[in-house]
């Protein structure tokens, strides 16, 4: 019963990340936006047991009411962007070269949260069906244990 307990609590925690990365990627979808600069933009490969794995880093500048900030978030919820493949990848930062100057969305109510792409993703919607089927799955079977004679 504990490793069920500590599954349904590891659970808990992936469908919390999940949903507030939905609801930030809706929230960003009508955050303002400036123009900021790309400072660096590359695609970071590296091998691991299950293959390639493929991470576009994009690190730009931007100034909201003369304060500066520097930021890096590409999307709200996606942090591996290997299962979307290389083509993808490269695309970010083909489309965000070094020196560029591009759109930055903000938070109005923190301008140091950013994001070079706004709106909901399908990835973290994917992770809230998984994490919460399983947790359903788990605690289902936890309860039965539970109130089975």
């Not at 999307?75 to 993808?88: L, M, T």
């Not at 994001?115 to 039965?144: N, Q, S, V």
Request: with cysteine; aromatic share 12%.
């Amino acid at each position: 019963m504990i490793p069920e307990l500590i599954f349904l609590v590891i659970c808990a925690a992936a469908i919390v990340y999940a949903t507030r990365a939905i609801y930030l990627g809706y929230k960003s979808g009508s955050w303002p936006s400036v123009q900021g600069e790309i400072l660096s933009s590359e695609l970071h490969t590296s091998w691991s047991r299950l293959g390639p794995r493929y991470e576009p880093q994009v690190f730009y500048r931007y100034t909201v009411d003369r304060q500066t900030f520097n930021g890096y978030r590409l999307a709200f919820g996606i942090h591996d962007y290997s299962i979307f493949g290389e083509a993808i990848a490269a695309g970010i930062v083909r489309d965000h070269p070094t020196g560029s100057l591009t759109l930055i969305h903000y938070d109005p109510a923190q301008p140091r949260r950013s994001i070079l792409l706004p709106g909901i993703r399908i990835h973290p919607i994917l992770e809230l069906l998984f994490w919460g089927g399983l947790a359903g799955l788990i605690g289902h079977d936890l309860w039965r244990s539970l109130t089975s004679p």
